[in-house]
Structure formats: structure tokens, C-alpha cells
């Protein structure tokens, strides 16, 4: 299958201008988020295409029992719905494709990372009531059902990627463990904002554009959606600067990457000579 590729430059502009907006809104919504980056992603998903995966979240809401119970019930009546019914679930083929990171077609093929799955379960429990955050395992993101800040033994851990498998303690210790080989710790169970959790599905979108050096347009609008939240690694800005230049585009990237020299110059001198240094030989591939 054809990988998406982003659209026209001026539609482009807009969808930025709103995703920037939306993030530094008081209550970014992540729905509205993720959507924006697959706009961008994919030039074939237009505004009736955002709306229609946005109705699809709401019908697949009212679809879930009216208030259950307590977080364990909300676990299960998720899993039912969204796992056994709807047939959502990650494989590990999904890390392959780009796709996987797009929410609107995770609504559509059933299938995506971790991440995304995890999105759907998270944006269909919110809009039903349910008390639901995300929690961003290293490696592995999954969702909590209960009081994100109450005892963790009345919180309900759920992994959408294995169909909203209820996870015990030791699962989840299992998945850091496997993912890392690191132990599990409480404040890796701790609510993640959702502007991490859009940051982190753009990291995914760059690790894949990374893999694949033919795609350096998907890394560039990944690192350039990244760098519009209002809190980003200062890194990010280097990073678009030698895509620049990889893309052939050497006096933008040079002079991104002589203002970054100045940035972290004044950190830590020696790495501004050397990102300086750099910008002199992006300059030199015009002769």
C-alpha cells in the first residue's frame, strides 16, 4: 500500500496555523490534534473527512454502556466494545507503516501503534464519561482507568494495543521491563499531558521517516508540527536544519543552524563552534 503523502503548501499553512492554535488553546483537545497531523500526513483527508472521524469517536461513545460501574467495569465494557467488538488491536506489522500513526486511519483499518489505540480508547471513554488518562510506559503506552492521582490499587491499567487487555501490576512491569530492561516505577504511571502524548506520536512519525532516507519530507513536517507546541526540546531546531540541508535547501538550513549555534553556543561553546562549522559546509555545497 501507498504511503500518504502531505498536501498542497497552502493547505498545509492552515493546518498548521490551527494545530499551533489548538495547542496553546487553555484545553488542548487531543482528538483535534491528532487529526490535524494526519491532515498533514494525508492530502486526501479534507474537513469532511476530520468531521467524519470525529463522529465516528462520538458513535462509537454512545455506543458504551451508560456509567457502568467503577474503573474495572469501565475497563471491561472497553474491552468489549472496542477490542472484542470493533476489532481494534496493534500487531507487530502496524510499527511498519506509516499509517499506524494516523488516527483517522486508525478508525478506519482497526489497527495502529500503541499510541493511537490508545488515543481511541482515551478520546471514546472521555466522551462517555468515563474517569480515563493516558499513561506513557517507556516503550509502551497504555490507559488508566480511575483517579489518575489516587492509590494506584484503585487504578485499572488497560493495553488497547492487545485489545484492552486488563494488565495486572507485574504485566506492566513486564512491559517497561521488555521495553527497556529498566524496573517499573510510580512516576511512569503518572497521567500524561496530552501535548506529550501528540509530541510523542510525532517522535514515532520521525522514527519511521528515519528508517526510510527517501521520505525526508515526512521527518521535516514531523519535526516542524513538533517544534509549534508550546514545549519542545531545543534539539528539534538542529534537527530541521540538517534536514534542510539533506534536502538540498543549504543556505535555510545553514542559517538555521548558525542561529542554533548561537542558542547552545552560549551552553556550551564547543558544540557552537561545531554546529557553526557545520553551517560553513552547508554554505560550501552552493560552489
Known amino acids: 500500500m501507498r504511503s500518504p503523502h502531505p498536501p498542497p503548501p497552502g493547505r498545509s499553512a492552515e493546518l498548521r496555523r490551527r494545530f499551533a492554535a489548538e495547542a ?19 492530502g486526501s483527508l479534507d474537513e469532511a473527512g476530520i468531521d467524519a472521524a470525529q463522529m465516528e469517536l462520538d458513535r462509537l461513545a454512545g455506543e458504551l454502556p451508560f456509567r457502568p460501574g467503577g474503573p474495572r467495569d469501565w475497563a471491561v465494557a472497553l474491552r468489549r466494545l472496542l477490542g472484542e467488538g470493533q476489532g481494534f488491536h496493534g500487531t507487530a506489522a502496524d510499527y511498519r507503516r506509516l499509517e499506524s500513526s494516523l488516527l483517522h486511519q486508525v478508525l478506519e483499518r482497526r489497527r495502529g501503534l500503541p499510541i493511537l ?90 522514527a519511521w521517516a528515519e528508517a526510510r532516507p527517501e521520505r525526508s519530507d515526512v521527518s521535516l513536517w514531523a519535526v516542524e508540527l513538533s517544534l509549534l507546541l508550546p514545549s519542545h526540546p531545543a534539539r528539534l531546531r538542529y534537527e530541521r536544519a540538517r534536514l534542510l540541508v539533506r534536502r538540498g535547501e543549504f543556505l535555510a538550513g545553514a542559517a538555521e543552524l548558525e542561529a542554533y549555534a548561537e542558542v547552545v553556543g552560549a551552553v556550551d561553546e564547543g558544540v557552537g563552534r561545531r554546529v557553526r562549522g557545520e553551517a560553513l559546509a552547508a554554505r560550501a555545497l552552493l560552489n
Do not use: K, Q
Open 117 to 206: 489505540l490508545s488515543v481511541v480508547w482515551l478520546e471514546v471513554a472521555r466522551r462517555a464519561g468515563a474517569p480515563v488518562y493516558g499513561v506513557a510506559l517507556p516503550g509502551h503506552f497504555v490507559v488508566g482507568l480511575g483517579d489518575g492521582g489516587g492509590p494506584r490499587e484503585a487504578r485499572v491499567l488497560v493495553d488497547p494495543f492487545d485489545g484492552g487487555r486488563v494488565l495486572s501490576g507485574p504485566d506492566a512491569e513486564l512491559l517497561v521491563a521488555g521495553s527497556t530492561g529498566v524496573p517499573l516505577e510510580a512516576a511512569m504511571l503518572e497521567p500524561a499531558d496530552p501535548l506529550d502524548v501528540v509530541l510523542r506520536i510525532l517522535n514515532n512519525v520521525r
Open 24 to 42: 496553546r488553546s487553555g484545553r488542548p483537545d487531543l482528538s483535534t490534534l491528532c487529526l490535524l497531523v494526519g491532515a498533514e500526513a494525508d
